[in-house]
Nanobody
Framework: QVQVVESGGGTVQPGGSLRLSCAAS????????VGWFRQAPGKEPEGVSC????????YYRDSVKGRFTISRDRAENTVYLQMDNLSPEDTAVYYC?????????????????????RGQGTLVTVSS
């Protein structure tokens, strides 16, 4: 069964850090692009970051540049989102998205819109 599972969310104070994980099963995540997106209460989903296939080019929305880092761990079949210097505006449910279409390449931080394998999300709350 092809699936991804997010984990690593929690509650942190402003300025804190969290590392989210997107673990894949049933397929090799390294062969496909992966995107993180989030949805805050009462708001539309928004793309956060993407990592491409083959060249691992990365993309970030402007508001997280310099604070968030997306990366692959091929041995663990996992993609991470390291989030530093968190602010209350980062509070949301975070999801990862990918697909299993060979040769898929993406561009931009909104790549999740084109990726249809998604997890159940993990909640990130930034509050003092």
């Amino acid at each position: 069964q092809v699936q991804v599972v997010e984990s690593g969310g929690g509650t942190v104070q402003p300025g804190g850090s969290l590392r989210l994980s997107c673990a894949a099963s049933g397929f090799t995540l390294d062969l496909y692009p992966v995107g993180w997106f989030r949805q805050a209460p009462g708001k539309e989903p928004e793309g956060v970051s993407c990592i491409n296939t083959f060249d691992d080019n990365t993309y970030y929305r402007d508001s997280v540049k310099g604070r968030f880092t997306i990366s692959r761990d091929r041995a663990e079949n996992t993609v991470y989102l390291q989030m530093d210097n968190l602010s209350p505006e980062d509070t949301a449910v975070y999801y990862c998205a990918t697909n299993t279409v060979p040769g898929t390449r993406v561009r931009g931080s909104d790549c999740y819109m084109y990726l249809d394998v998604r997890g159940q999300g993990t909640l990130v709350t930034v509050s003092s």
